[in-house]
């Protein structure tokens, strides 16, 4: 399951049981004292997944949220549950159509990021095959997200052909194409162990480049 799919789960998932929590007496209040620290719970729940998908702290959908959790709602806290649902419902709306691939995006570079470091220390104890495996994979892993980001079918399609689509989509200049050739080397001699067709300058360009892709297209 990818990282999209898993919170569009989740939220799904707090929907379906925020429609029992909601539900109070016929005065609008909880029935229970069980029932409030389950939408205390609640609450909670739904709040993080919402800072989780939306970034800018000065969103609509975080304002709102925040507003409504930090609200002391009493013995109507059923109620807070029921407009909290409301704007996870809006929320899923968006997600659905593209908003929850910054998550994803986040995350794997965080991911990303941690790789690399492992190849940098790889490459400064002077263990440039295990650092070019790592960097390959970057590399690569990253190159084929810059794709699907620019509707570039990258399924079964070799590096190579991939950067001159990317530099036709005019997302890739000339010269980045060219470094992305030399980290495409790495990658491929790296994964057949063909450890002497490149050295570390190689590898060191190939993390750069990684970085580059990740910083201006993954993160950003």
């Known amino acids: 399951m990818s990282i999209e799919d898993a ?7 707090l929907i379906i049981e925020a429609r029992s929590l909601r539900q109070g007496t016929e005065y609008g209040q909880v029935r229970s004292t069980e029932q409030a620290e ?5 609450i909670a729940a739904a709040l993080n997944i919402i800072q989780l998908v939306i970034a800018d702290p000065q969103s609509g959908y975080r304002k709102a949220a ?38 994803a995006d986040r995350a794997r570079a965080e991911v990303f990021d ?7 220390s ?15 994979v970057v590399f ?5 997200r810059v794709c699907r980001k620019n509707h570039i079918n990258e399924r079964g399609v070799n590096l190579d052909k991939l950067i001159n689509e990317l530099v036709a989509a005019n997302v890739l200049s000339a010269t980045k194409a060219k470094r992305a050739r030399v980290a495409a080397h790495v ?13 570390t300058g190689d590898v060191q360009a190939t ?9 201006n297209h993954i993160e950003g």
């Open 114 to 120: 941690d790789f690399l470091d492992h190849a940098k």
């Open 38 to 42: 389950q939408c205390k719970g609640w």
């Open 66 to 103: 925040e507003k409504l959790a930090e609200r002391q709602w009493g013995s109507i806290i059923n109620q807070g549950v029921g407009s909290l649902s409301q704007v996870l419902s809006n929320l899923l709306k968006d997600a659905q159509a593209g908003l929850i691939s910054s998550v």
């Open 140 to 144: 690569e892993d990253s190159l084929r």
């Open 122 to 136: 790889y490459l400064s104890e002077g263990h440039p095959s295990r650092a070019g495996v790592i960097a390959g």
């Open 7 to 13: 919170v569009v789960d989740r939220i799904n998932e």
């Open 207 to 215: 993390l750069e480049f990684a970085e580059e892709l990740i910083l």
């Open 187 to 199: 990658r491929t001699k790296a994964t057949h162990a063909q450890w002497d067709e490149f050295d």
